[in-house]
């Protein structure tokens, strides 16, 4: 073996092994810049509840809430206040909604809501509900969701009754808002017309406890997820027919569920027997239940373009697997949400009210993807143009060598 190594040596001059050498360390330099992808920390706000955290429509404002019932609004570019809305609502706010065009902001306490008017930044109705469970505007922001009751943005009167749960991990309205899907007291889940309130389709039965449910952005899909003393079983219906089309079944918790932004992907995130580190997300074609991809990590939040994922401490390209960057996260964090323009990732803590002993954060990280600067451009195209240069010089170089073998040989 190591003759026949030294025989190989003479083969090739010095100057094409330096120039091998030296493509080798542009082409590492290439892939680097092509694949970086930058998050820092902008700015550390002040939250107390994860539950109240998220942006505004147009990704202007980060949203957070304290130990006082109030929400806050940051300027993401300054970090600055940019307002503070005294609800009212107890210790703990449950939702932080904004109407589609960003006009109007729904707060949801325990046993009640307020819809505000951001121009005002005044109350402008009282909704007689709250909770933990969904909420939000529907649609084009005219209705309203509180729990199991949906309700006039413009008068907040009672406009249907869903008379089911809404307890989606992942989304439980389709893209168009034509559809919605519930869960009654038995062991079926209702697919609703959100205009009229007509029951569509029922799904069931399902062995043990019912617990999640949520459907495709077209509609024609919906996963139900149900546990059982051994195995927890998730299963995907047809919603057009109420055909069962597959079930996986596995014996760890569902972290979170939810369908690619086309439909075609089924993302199912499954916490660990010890935590994060074996937790896992696979990837699962949305109408057969072929398995295409796993990925190690816990996730935590979707992009809005469907492309990337925050896990536990990076951010992931969905299609490859490849990281795409690191986000610097520490604490006991338990809820992260992307902007809707994609460009910032807020993190918030595990808090509960009756618990203040060391471990629970009392602040968000609001992080920003850095554009790479003019000169990470130059950076960029210097390593493309020397590394093409190099291969050139390379075979050029490689080319000369076997010839005056040839000669010589």
């Known amino acids: 073996m190591r003759r026949s190594l030294l025989r190989l040596v003479p083969r090739y001059s010095l100057r094409t092994l330096a120039v091998f050498m030296l493509l080798c360390t542009s082409g590492v330099g290439l892939w680097y810049a092509f694949r970086r992808e930058p998050w820092v920390l ?18 202007r404002f980060a949203v957070t809430g304290d ?14 206040r ?7 609502l107890g210790p703990v706010v449950t939702w932080v909604k904004f109407s589609p065009d960003g006009g109007r902001m729904l707060t949801v306490g325990h046993s009640r809501s307020l819809v505000w008017d951001l121009g005002t930044r005044q109350v402008v109705g009282e909704i007689p509900h709250g909770g933990f469970e969904t909420a939000g505007f529907l649609g084009s922001g005219c209705t309203v969701l509180v729990g199991r009751h949906i309700w006039s943005a413009d008068d907040l009167g009672l406009v249907m009754d869903l008379e089911g749960a809404v307890l989606g991990l992942g989304e439980w309205l389709s893209s168009d808002g034509a559809r919605g899907i519930v869960i009654d007291s038995s062991d079926h889940a209702r697919v609703v017309e959100m205009g009229t309130g007509k029951v569509l389709r029922r799904l069931g039965p399902h062995k043990g406890n019912l617990t999640q449910a949520c459907i495709s952005p077209g509609g024609d899909l919906a996963l139900t997820f149900h546990s059982e003393k051994t195995a927890n079983h998730a299963a995907v219906w047809n919603t057009l027919t109420g055909e069962k089309k597959f079930t996986i079944t596995g014996t760890s918790r569902l972290w979170c569920a939810q369908f690619s932004v086309d439909g075609s992907e089924l993302f199912l995130g499954i916490l660990g027997n010890t935590g994060y580190g074996d937790s896992t997300l696979s990837v699962h074609e949305s109408r057969t239940g072929e398995l295409l991809r796993e990925m190690n990590g816990l996730l935590m939040a979707l992009a809005p373009d469907g492309r990337r994922a925050l896990f536990v401490g990076r951010v992931v390209d969905l299609r490859t697997g490849r990281s795409l960057g690191t986000v610097p996260i520490g604490g006991t964090y338990y809820y992260a949400q992307f902007s809707p323009d994609g460009n910032y990732l807020i993190d918030a803590p595990q808090w509960v009210p009756w618990r203040s002993e060391p471990g629970y954060e009392d602040h968000c990280g609001l992080f920003h993807r850095r554009r790479p600067e003019w000169w990470w451009g130059v950076f960029y ?10 291969a050139a010089i390379f075979v050029w170089s490689v080319v000369r060598d076997r010839r005056r073998l040839a000669r010589t040989g």
């Open 42 to 59: 902008a700015h550390e706000l002040e939250c107390r509840q994860y539950f109240a955290t998220t942006f505004s429509p147009d990704s």
């Open 67 to 80: 130990d006082d019932g109030n929400v806050i609004l940051w300027d993401v570019v300054t970090g600055e």
């Open 82 to 88: 940019a307002a503070t809305f005294e609800t009212g």
């Open 381 to 390: 195209l210097w390593e493309f143009w020397l590394t093409a240069a190099l």
